[in-house]
């Protein structure tokens, strides 16, 4: 090819694209541990540092070409026994984010963060926005975190995404840990708003389509931010996340899709809890047990029933699975996806 990437037809270039195959295991706690590993809380073996989620990024690659390669026009090149060890690294999509900071006086917080600006941004159109927030192993200093720890932030900004949603995609770097599991929350949030608010006023952003979307704290810090600016956001996707029921109410008629494991003790009883609330408050919700290994076919057709019922609160739970487990296939649903994006307020 011409440029690191994959392509569908060889093209005369200097590189030559090798594919690694790489199978994500699916995370398995011990028995005795289960319970404890479960919730998304803050300060759990799993959410400091056990089993974090990341994405395979390959570095420090050694190649050793063991057949002859051709080119485009016919020129035949190697093997090569020495082997060949990678000097660069390209991260697609993940490299399509550009780097900024925002600084609150008030707070004296400086928010790291990322932002997609699509790729032929007109300013004289108008684009919706999404929000990811990370978890809470996600926090630190270094700013490409949220970007690299799964799919959460960087599915939207595909270029398969970008062809059917064109939209900016913003994902704040938190140095900390947010919220925790006795519903305590630090002034970044407040400054999150404030970075919202922000953009909009730098971008041409469609203000009846802004999404907030996280998993395990960030789907916790979604929920926080619902509840503090009611109008703001137009529709929104948790992920493996809870709060306090008690104050969730104001959420009934809002229009959320919400996705738990049912092995996820924590995340699944909040939920539960926090649905039985809204039922009482009005809301119109569906409910369903999804098989986390579906094909895309039969992802497609739990979609299709689910929007069929026409309720503005969807709840979905995977059979078994854990915390970290959640994350991995709820971004990965393209129904899902598609409906945030039909939402506008």
Same mark, same amino acid.
Request: glycine share 6%; net charge negative; proline share 5%.
């Given at each position: &090819?011409?440029?690191?990437?994959?392509?569908?037809?060889?093209?005369?270039?200097?590189?030559? #694209?090798?594919?690694?195959?790489?199978?994500?295991?699916?995370? *398995?706690?011990?028995?005795?541990?289960?319970?404890?590993?479960?919730?998304?809380?803050?300060?759990?073996?799993?959410?400091?540092?056990?089993?974090?989620?990341?994405?395979?990024?390959?570095?420090?690659?050694?190649?050793?070409?063991?057949?002859? *390669?051709?080119?485009?026009?016919? @020129?035949?090149?190697?093997?090569?026994?020495?082997?060949?060890?990678?000097?660069?690294?390209?991260?697609?999509?993940?490299?399509?984010?550009?780097?900024?900071?925002?600084?609150?006086?008030?707070?004296?917080?400086?928010?790291?963060?990322?932002?997609?600006?699509?790729?032929?941004?007109?300013?004289? @159109?108008?684009?919706?926005?999404?929000?990811?927030?990370?978890?809470?192993?996600?926090?630190?200093?270094?700013? @490409?975190?949220?970007?690299?720890?799964?799919?959460?932030?960087?599915?939207?900004?595909?270029?398969?995404?970008?062809?059917?949603?064109?939209?900016?995609?913003?994902?704040?770097?938190?140095?900390?840990?947010?919220? !925790?599991?006795?519903?305590?929350?630090?002034? !970044?949030?407040?400054?999150?708003?404030?970075?919202?608010?922000?953009?909009?006023?730098?971008?041409?952003?469609?203000?009846?389509?802004?999404?907030?979307?996280?998993?395990?704290?960030?789907?916790?810090?979604? #929920? *926080?931010?619902?509840?503090?600016?009611?109008?703001?956001?137009?529709?929104?996707?948790?992920?493996?996340?809870?709060? &306090?029921?008690?104050?969730?109410?104001?959420?009934?008629?809002?229009?959320?899709?919400?996705?738990?494991?049912?092995? !996820?003790?924590?995340?699944?009883?909040?939920?539960?809890?926090?649905?039985?609330?809204?039922?009482?408050?009005?809301?119109?919700?569906?409910?369903?047990?999804? !098989?986390?290994?579906?094909?895309?076919?039969?992802?497609?057709? &739990?979609?299709? @029933?689910?929007?069929?019922?026409?309720?503005?609160?969807?709840?979905?739970?995977?059979?078994?699975?854990?915390? &970290?487990?959640?994350?991995?296939?709820?971004?990965?649903?393209?129904?899902?996806?598609?409906?945030?994006?039909?939402?506008?307020?």
């Amino acid at each position: &090819n011409d440029k690191a990437e994959k392509s569908t037809t060889s093209v005369q270039g200097k590189y030559v #694209i090798v594919e690694v195959l790489a199978e994500m295991a699916t995370p *398995v706690f011990p028995a005795e541990t289960k319970e404890t590993m479960a919730g998304p809380g803050v300060g759990t073996p799993r959410e400091m540092g056990n089993n974090k989620s990341k994405t395979a990024i390959v570095t420090n690659a050694v190649i050793t070409q063991s057949e002859p *390669v051709s080119t485009v026009d016919g @020129k035949v090149y190697g093997p090569v026994a020495e082997p060949m060890q990678s000097t660069k690294e390209v991260c697609l999509i993940v490299d399509d984010f550009k780097q900024f900071e925002y600084y609150d006086k008030n707070t004296d917080i400086t928010l790291k963060y990322n932002l997609y600006i699509p790729k032929d941004y007109d300013p004289s @159109k108008s684009y919706p926005l999404v929000l990811f927030i990370h978890d809470a192993s996600g926090a630190g200093k270094d700013i @490409k975190n949220t970007l690299t720890q799964g799919l959460g932030a960087v599915i939207w900004a595909s270029p398969e995404e970008q062809a059917k949603h064109e939209c900016f995609v913003l994902a704040p770097q938190y140095n900390v840990v947010t919220v !925790d599991d006795n519903f305590n929350t630090t002034s !970044d949030l407040d400054v999150t708003l404030l970075l919202l608010k922000d953009i909009q006023n730098q971008y041409s952003v469609d203000k009846n389509r802004i999404y907030t979307t996280g998993q395990s704290m960030g789907c916790m810090s979604s #929920i *926080v931010l619902m509840l503090r600016e009611p109008d703001l956001f137009a529709a929104a996707m948790l992920v493996a996340g809870q709060w &306090n029921p008690e104050i969730m109410g104001p959420l009934a008629k809002k229009d959320l899709w919400i996705l738990v494991s049912q092995g !996820d003790k924590k995340a699944s009883g909040g939920m539960d809890a926090a649905v039985e609330i809204w039922k009482k408050a009005g809301g119109k919700i569906s409910e369903a047990y999804w !098989d986390p290994k579906a094909t895309k076919a039969e992802q497609a057709e &739990n979609v299709a @029933k689910m929007e069929a019922e026409n309720s503005n609160i969807k709840y979905t739970k995977f059979y078994g699975g854990s915390h &970290n487990y959640t994350w991995w296939i709820a971004y990965s649903i393209e129904g899902v996806r598609d409906w945030l994006f039909s939402q506008s307020k």
